[in-house]
């Protein structure tokens, strides 16, 4: 490897062309009569290929394996492996006092899979949007009755509630404190 | 599908042959099915679900939004199942109508009439709703239609005096 670095140096520093492009410098060729002739670097016999770019169609090729070796071969392999081997499920009657689980109810193993490890089932997501409505209606009810509640106040002005606005000194003593320990660590200008 | 047995025991080269080419692709094809495939698979079954009746609109408090959202499920999955049904009595009658083709205004009347029962039923309770289905809605034209019935006899008969009660 340290040959390598060395022969790198020896390259960089020798008389030839390529060394000649980046530097300027006159190459000097021996002729076969016996002569250095001293010849002008003006073009190399090596020029740069213009063609268009092929950056598009290489991002296209990536693409490409990466959604069919990644995408479609696996899941084409596990899809064929389930369809073989485990099959779809046959249907039978619901045995007594058994309550069977929500992945039960579906034929193929992948649905049956999802449904139990990944999905919520129709009877968790029932209840979950009773629970919801149940919330919100009683939100509901006690926006109305708040509502009702100061319509008749309002109406007959025989309360003072109406008019008394419940405070809290909670921020105030909070600021007071904050205050008071700034001016301990920092001091007043 | 393979022909039926021939009454008179004579055989057609022609169709045994055919026959006979369908066989060298179907027998091994079903034989690594029925003895490699099914007999590695293992044996699990699934269930048809069953839901449990619960209060229908009109049971429920007009206030009571969980009960209406319990009604709402309820009668869609009502009418999924009498789509179905319907569906059923009217493949029913499409096959009937195939099968008996010429003879079939004599056949398949009572198929007809069943049909047309039972669609009739299922345009009374769930059509002309529009397009967001509504179990209160479903509720007021059941209403509606009873109301019409009193006053004027069954639906079909023409209307009587338009301020009759």
């Known amino acids: 490897m340290a040959a390598f670095s060395l022969l790198r ?5 020798v008389n030839l062309p390529k060394n000649a492009i980046n530097q300027g410098i006159l190459v000097l060729r021996s002729n076969p009569n016996n002569a250095l002739q001293v010849v002008r670097q003006m073009s190399e016999h090596r020029t740069m290929h213009i063609k268009p770019s092929r950056w598009s169609w290489n991002r296209f090729k990536d693409f490409m394996h990466f959604y069919i070796m990644l995408g479609a071969i696996p899941a084409a392999l596990v899809i064929t492996y389930v369809n073989l081997f485990i099959g779809p499920a046959r249907l039978a009657e619901i045995p007594e006092g058994y309550v069977p689980e929500a992945h039960e109810y579906f034929p193929h193993p992948i649905t049956r899979w999802m449904a139990k490890h990944i999905n919520k089932s129709y009877q968790q997501e029932y209840e979950l949007m009773c629970h919801h409505i149940y919330e919100v209606e009683y939100e509901q009810k006690l926006r109305k009755a708040e509502h009702r509640i100061k319509q008749k106040m309002a109406e007959k002005q025989d309360t003072q509630a109406y008019y008394y606005q419940p405070v809290t000194s909670r921020n105030e003593r909070s600021i007071r404190v904050n205050t008071e320990t700034d001016i301990e660590m920092s001091g007043t200008n | ?99 008996e083709q010429p003879d079939h205004t004599r056949k398949c009347a009572k198929l007809m009439a069943d049909f047309q029962q039972v669609s009739e039923n299922f345009c009374m ?7 967001l289905n509504n179990v209160k809605d479903a509720y007021m034209k059941q209403k509606h239609r009873m109301l019409w019935e009193r006053r004027h006899g069954k639906v079909g008969t023409g209307m009587k005096d338009q301020d009759a009660l």
């Not at chain 2, 027998?27 to 495939?37: D, L, N």
């Not at chain 2, 309770?125 to 397009?131: I, M, N, Q």
């Open chain 2, 125 to 131: 309770k769930y059509s002309d709703l529009g397009p």
């Open chain 2, 1 to 99: 599908m393979e022909d039926p047995p021939s009454a008179n025991g004579k055989t057609n080269s022609y169709a045994e042959f055919m026959q006979a080419v369908y066989r060298t692709v179907d027998r091994p094809v079903t034989w690594f099915r029925e003895k490699v495939v099914v007999s590695n698979r293992p044996d699990h079954v699934y269930y048809h679900q069953k839901f449990r009746r619960v209060p229908t609109i009109d049971e429920c408090y007009t206030d009571d939004l969980v009960c209406r959202f319990e009604a709402q499920q309820q009668f869609n999955r009502d009418k999924l199942v009498d789509s179905e049904i319907v569906q059923l009595v009217r493949q029913r009658y499409k096959e009937c109508l195939i099968s």
């Open chain 1, 9 to 13: 140096a020896f390259a960089s520093k």
